[in-house]
């Protein structure tokens, strides 16, 4: 008989033979092939890979920002291979946060109103002063995104993304522009809010360095994965060093 306190992860998304192939006039590139991959409730996964193996498709997948040509991508009991615009835009609201390398913010709107604009998407937000507080950045949410360093302005990013309280964070390069020490500021959050939250992180990074911090590492090589390996050590964002 099982031990009735042992916990079985929950698959938050399962990828299934998974394959995207665009196609430039009769001419074919295969981005993804029968990837296949689970991601379990709170985990942290880095996305290892150089630029053009595939990575950022294989987020996009994950993110319902794009379909897969073949295979299935299967979220609570639906397949959001097959699903249309509408329930594709819903997902994303509901339950994706993004971030990325460059912040994407609004340069009129202070740093409270940057994140204020995500609350207005989904029924049930964080207040953006709880959101804000979470990334340590309460002090500066009245200034406006050019009063802020690139650390302070992905860190009002990662606030935005917080705010709809989604089940998956997905950060694509998202130390990309930012120095080490900055860098290791950005990557101690996301440990954080990992380890505090349960939140379910996936970072996609071509920095070898930064897996280091994850629990999981996926190396994606021209569209296929070529490993996936549990850390057995994860590093303390402030000691990863490249």
Known sequence: ??????TVPQAVLRIERVSRI?????VEVPALVEVDMTIEAGEFIAILGPSGSGKSTLL????GTDRPTSGSV?????DLAVADDGELTEYRREKVGFIFQFYNLVPSLTAYENVQVATELVDDPLDPKDALEMVELSDRASHFPAQLSGGEQQRVAIARALAKR???LLADEPT???DLTTSRSVLGILQRLNREQNLTII???HNAAIPAIAHRVVRIVSGRIAESRINEHVLPAEEVSW
């Open 166 to 168: 989604p089940e998956l």
């Open 1 to 6: 008989m099982a031990d009735s306190t042992t």
């Open 22 to 26: 665009f196609r430039m006039g009769e």
């Open 60 to 63: 996009n997948m994950i993110g």
């Open 74 to 78: 299967w979220h609570e009991g639906h």
């Open 203 to 205: 970072l996609i990074t």
């Open 176 to 178: 990309g522009a930012l």
